[in-house]
């Protein structure tokens, strides 16, 4: 069975997920831009600056935001040399932090 065999959709499921995402998108365009306009109004009511603690409602959104891009506009397969680019990287990370732990653990013998 192939990987390509495996994310194959039937129609109605990619009509769904179609739908939900805009769904998705529009919540979290209403929840944004409510977050961003009600505590000014409340200032404008108030004059109190207390209000503006309601930036706070912000952050889930932008997290959400955050999210939904990733899955909306996913990285492109690696190819085999970039494949191996991160993992050489990864390798030297791990033999510079085997270094690092070395060094330390001969400081502690000398203190």
């Known amino acids: 069975m192939s990987t390509s065999s495996l994310h194959q ?5 990619l009509s ?3 739908h939900m995402r805009w769904f998705f998108v529009i919540v979290l365009t209403i929840w944004t ?3 961003l306009v009600v505590p000014i109004i409340i200032f404008c009511m108030t004059k109190s600056l ?3 603690s309601f ?9 959400l935001w955050y999210r939904l891009a990733k899955v909306l506009f996913p990285t492109p397969p690696m190819d085999e040399r970039t494949f ?3 993992r050489a990287k990864i390798q030297s990370n791990i033999g510079i ?7 330390r653990s001969t400081q502690q013998k000398y203190t």
């Open 9 to 13: 959709k039937i129609p109605s499921q």
């Open 33 to 35: 831009i409510g977050s």
């Open 97 to 103: 932090e085997k270094k690092i732990q070395a060094n």
């Open 50 to 52: 207390v209000s503006f």
């Open 16 to 18: 769904t997920d179609t």
């Open 55 to 63: 930036f706070s409602f912000l952050a889930p959104p932008a997290i």
């Open 84 to 86: 191996e680019l991160k």
